[in-house]
């Protein structure tokens, strides 16, 4: 499986890829840099929008537009004008945190959450945005809060707090949006580097980037075990999204951020985003952001 360099952008710290089904673009971040970017793999086309401010993660609304979890809280993202209109700060209170990853749960809220900048604390939350653009806290204690994703019946959210090494499981309620019974679904190899961002795939596996590990790896969260992965040309793998006409490609976002001028020499390509066409799994179509309930 090898993984093919998407296009020309170069990320400080790019995270957060998911496949807009409508637009048929691949959408990433660059936290540091406060950018969305869009690539058309079609026309070969790209567009970025400055958010002014860093950005972890977006998804897109029932309006295609974008909801996104920015350094100063919630807000939309106008995608034709690039106009930010805040919603909520949940975190005004600790300017030395930022939100990092997020993503929409099966029905349509957003979920994100926050760490600290200086990574030295376990200040960090996990928050959640509903269609009346209620913000609830829904975990603390985090340090580097990273990928979500839920289970194939919907009853299981899967949650990675990076320097645990350890990807938990949570019973879901969409009902009520309660997590509870938090377990221990995998544990990441120590030279395996840290689980950073994840994806799930149409057989209930999960896909999880290895910052500082040079790959992204398939495990079953059933058993825990490592499936399979894919070796990739740079040490900080940062996230993975399926996309493509039937969701059969996996893209793969990766940062630069903190490599010296020599491990930059031995791995130019840190910060791009990459590709494994036909990778012989399918993904499925991200959740978008309801608006209105």
């Not at 896909?207 to 790896?217: D, E, N, T």
Request: glycine letters at 10%; charged letters at 25%.
């Amino acid at each position: 499986m090898n993984p093919e360099v998407v296009s020309g952008i170069n990320c400080e710290l790019g995270e957060g890829p998911l496949w807009d089904h409508s637009r048929k673009q691949i959408c990433w971040v660059d936290i540091l840099n406060g950018n969305i970017h869009e690539w058309s793999p079609e026309n070969h086309t790209s567009n970025t929008i400055s958010v002014g401010q860093m950005i972890g993660a977006m998804a897109i609304t029932d309006n295609g537009n974008y909801i996104a979890a920015m350094k100063d809280g919630f807000g939309y993202v106008n995608r034709e004008s690039g106009k930010v209109d805040m919603i909520a700060n949940p975190e005004s209170h600790l300017p030395e945190n930022r939100f990092n990853d997020g993503k929409c749960d099966p029905e349509g809220r957003f979920w994100a959450g926050t760490m600290p900048i200086a990574e030295d604390k376990s200040s960090g939350s996990l928050y959640m945005l509903d269609a009346s653009l209620n913000v609830l806290k829904k975990e603390s204690n985090i340090s580097v809060s990273n990928g979500l994703a839920w289970s194939l019946d919907h009853k299981t959210m899967y949650f990675i707090d990076s320097p645990t090494r350890k990807v938990v499981g949570y019973d879901y309620n969409k009902e009520n949006r309660e997590l509870s019974n938090k377990r221990t679904v995998v544990i990441i190899a120590e030279d395996d580097g840290f689980p950073d961002g994840m994806t799930i795939d149409n057989e209930g596996m999960l896909w999880v980037a290895h910052w500082g590990g040079w790959q992204v790896a398939r495990y079953d969260p059933g058993t825990g075990k490592k499936l399979s992965a894919i070796a990739m040309p740079v040490s900080q793998v940062t996230s993975c999204a399926f996309g493509g006409e039937a969701m059969q490609d996996l893209y793969i976002t990766s940062a630069k951020k903190g490599l010296s001028k020599a491990e930059l020499e031995k791995q130019p390509l840190a910060g791009s985003l990459f590709v494994v066409r036909n990778c012989g799994h399918k993904g499925l179509p991200s959740n978008k952001f309801k608006t209105i309930e």
